[in-house]
């Protein structure tokens, strides 16, 4: 199984980026499919998940009504859309995979914002 997190870079708060990750490997389904984020110094923290088969989604307080999460089955891919981005934002973003746990990970990709 691999995940390929991608869409990382640098941007001036306020800015948007979107995120995508690759999943390929195994069928997906009935699978939750989320996203985390570290910044530096700090724990690694959850930010959104979203169920592959019903799509139902979750998000993390700090960045719901900011952030979006989606997936496009026929493209295996889950995305993270990130609006009114701020500092506080900067970590590296992981994409994950599970059912009960999240078994697999992505390897990061790294989200600036400055002020």
């Known amino acids: 199984v691999q995940l390929q997190a991608s869409g990382g870079g640098l941007v001036q708060a306020g800015g948007s980026l979107r995120l995508s990750c690759a999943a390929s490997?195994?069928?997906?389904?009935?699978?939750?499919m989320g996203w985390f984020r570290q910044a530096p110094g700090k724990e690694r923290e959850f930010v959104a998940h979203?169920?592959?088969?019903?799509?139902?989604?979750h998000y993390a307080v700090s960045v719901k009504g900011r952030f979006a999460i989606s997936r496009d089955n026929t493209k295996n891919a889950v995305y993270l859309q990130m609006n009114s981005l701020n500092p506080e934002d900067t970590a590296v973003y992981y994409c994950?995979?599970?059912?009960?746990?999240?078994?697999?990970w992505g390897q990061g990709t790294l989200v600036t914002v400055s002020s």
């Open positions: 994950a995979a599970g059912y009960l746990t999240y078994d697999f």
């Open positions: 490997g195994r069928t997906f389904s009935g699978y939750r």
């Open positions: 979203i169920w592959w088969s019903s799509g139902m989604i």
